[in-house]
């Protein structure tokens, strides 16, 4: 029994290498510009969404505010550099740490809500954080922040000719928040989210301090969520409240996952290697028109696949394994 | 030798309706103690009293000769309190070794000695075969074999069991005695609540009714069945008298 576990982590982490891999060898075929930016936006939002499901897959706790650690990881970054010319990989740990104590903070009074209360107090809190940014006259409020263009560098994360740098930073960032996710699953905090997602009041009696357990995914969560704005602030070189932390990151955040299976090690890569494609291809072939023709079509998909495979894309894959396993 | 666990002079009132008045009641190390009375009698909440869910309004508990009135849940199970629950609560989306592991994790911090520790326990209760399933696939009996696995194996020095043996066929409920016995005899005090008398009276080695909040009468088991005052509180006052 104990070897089938082992085994099947093993062979998780086989097929992650092999897929990152295959990833990095990605660019040899892929020449256009276009598709470059597809493949970054992907990656990145599976790196999130990864992210987000520790909080909401695993310790069960739906967050639909993750927007305000996005962009408190784009602003953090964008203001030390251009404010005191911290370089943004500085900027960008201080950012993930801003976003995980913004999360524990929040966290203590939130932590006490459940079920649907937490997730109106996580959107109203994302809401509020875009209008102080809105608001806010030294972070350039509405205006945003335009990032100076010095050049290609490594040292600064700038990158003019080429998509390639933020390719693999994107890549790298995904793996990181898959082997995290990996990681935990078998760790003390992986047992304890999951059980305190399941029943908490079970999961008190058997020595877990639920509050405290909630509180280090948000903290992780936030932590990588953060990492993303950051860099997702360095690839656009141009930051303003909505485009960092409008609520639609906070959607592109949970859909991935919800849609590849929420809670799993799988669902969010799977559900953005599905979803954020088919957005940039219905909106470049048939949005445009102005009649929003695009969310439509994406929206029905969604519909579909939620209706046909409620467990999410990754029960496909389960099913198969179920069925041989009874043979 | 001090009491494993007391109750002095606990009192939980809910809003206008008190539950449990002035119950002082002690459990020795090594027994098995059959907390028992009608419904309604107060056992259900001085159970949640002991396991730590709420604090009582008055009166203080005592676990392993230590203060533990003002502790939750979680801290009580670390000085060794395990517990199940009468619904019981299983973690429905993970594999029964794994709703085990949660348990095994107070005293392991190493994943593969959890582990190991919670397969050890699955032998013990008879799950064992059950290891891979999903919580959510068991039958009712096998759930509460789980809560009781689980609660084992935080390797609790009290074990409290709500009613694990209400609603269960008489084969399941034999065995499931067989178990609480073998618990017993791995040196585990046992505080159980129960509603089946002819079940649990053979099965204890001291019986506590409540009735109205309060201990009506406590002793040995064959004679808390004959007290009149014991017989009124479930029967009525009428079958008192024939007695």
């Known amino acids: ?327 | 030798m001090t009491a494993l666990l007391e109750t002095r002079g606990v009192w939980q009132r809910f809003g206008g309706l008190v539950a449990n008045s002035d119950v002082s009641i002690s459990v020795g190390r090594g027994e098995i103690v059959g907390l028992i009375g009608p419904n309604g009698a107060g056992k259900s909440t001085l159970f949640n009293l002991i396991a730590g869910v709420l604090p009582p309004t008055q009166g203080s508990i005592w676990f392993d000769g230590q203060d533990v009135t003002r502790m939750r849940a979680a801290e009580r199970c670390q000085l060794g309190v395990g517990r199940t629950f009468q619904v019981v609560k299983s973690f429905e989306t993970m594999t029964v070794v794994d709703n085990v592991i949660v348990g095994a994790l107070v005293r392991n911090t190493v994943m593969r000695e959890a582990r190991r520790k919670a397969y050890e326990v699955l032998d013990f209760t008879g799950l064992a075969a059950r290891a891979e399933v999903l919580a959510s696939d068991l039958v009712p009996a096998e759930k509460r074999r789980l809560e009781v696995a689980r609660a084992l194996a935080t390797e609790p020095k009290l074990l409290l069991l709500d009613e694990v043996l209400t609603g269960l066929t008489p084969t399941e409920a034999q065995t499931g005695v067989a178990l609480v016995r073998k618990v017993r005899d791995a040196g585990i005090t046992v505080l159980m609540v129960e509603h089946v008398m002819e079940i649990v009276m053979p099965l204890v080695d001291r019986a506590i009714v409540l009735d109205l909040g309060k201990v009506l009468v406590e002793g040995k088991p064959t004679e808390v069945v004959r007290d009149p005052k014991v017989i009124s509180a479930y029967l009525g006052d009428r079958h008192a008298v024939s007695a």
């Open chain 1, 1 to 327: 029994m104990d070897k089938n576990f082992a085994a099947r982590r093993r062979r998780d982490l086989i097929i992650a290498a092999v897929l990152a891999v295959m990833a990095a060898l990605a660019p040899l075929f892929v020449k256009d510009v276009y598709v470059q930016n597809i493949l970054i936006l992907t990656l990145m939002y599976a790196a999130l969404s990864q992210s987000w499901n520790i909080l909401s897959g695993y310790c069960g706790q739906i967050s639909l505010g993750h927007a305000l650690y996005f962009g408190i990881g784009a602003y953090t970054t964008e203001l030390l550099f251009t404010k005191f010319g911290v370089l943004p990989w500085f900027g960008m740990i201080s950012g993930g740490v801003i976003a995980a104590l913004i999360a524990m903070v929040l966290g203590y009074p939130f932590f006490r809500l459940r079920g649907h209360y937490f997730v109106i107090a996580t959107i109203v809190i994302a809401e509020i954080g875009l209008l102080l940014f809105q608001n806010w006259d030294w972070a350039g409020a509405a205006l945003g922040i335009t990032i100076p263009v010095r050049g290609d560098s490594w040292l600064k994360f700038q990158f003019l000719r080429s998509k390639l740098p933020y390719f693999y930073f994107a890549l790298a960032l995904c793996c990181l928040a898959w082997f995290v996710t990996w990681w935990l699953e078998d760790s003390k905090w992986g047992f304890w989210w999951r059980a305190v997602k399941d029943n908490p009041d079970a999961a008190e009696s058997l020595g877990v301090v639920v509050f405290n357990s909630k509180m280090g995914a948000a903290a992780v969560s936030a932590f990588l969520v953060a990492i993303g704005g950051a860099f997702y602030a360095q690839y656009l070189a141009y930051i303003d409240p909505e485009s960092v932390m409008g609520f639609q990151f906070s959607l592109l955040m949970a859909l991935p996952a919800v849609l590849g299976g929420i809670g799993t090690l799988w669902g969010a890569v799977l559900g953005a290697a599905i979803l954020i494609p088919m957005t940039e291809l219905t909106r470049s072939y048939i949005g445009g028109s102005g009649r929003g023709v695009d969310l439509i079509v994406y929206g029905t998909l969604i519909v579909l696949i939620s209706l046909a495979l409620p467990q999410g894309l990754v029960s496909l894959f389960s099913r198969a394994k179920a069925k041989g396993a009874t043979r």
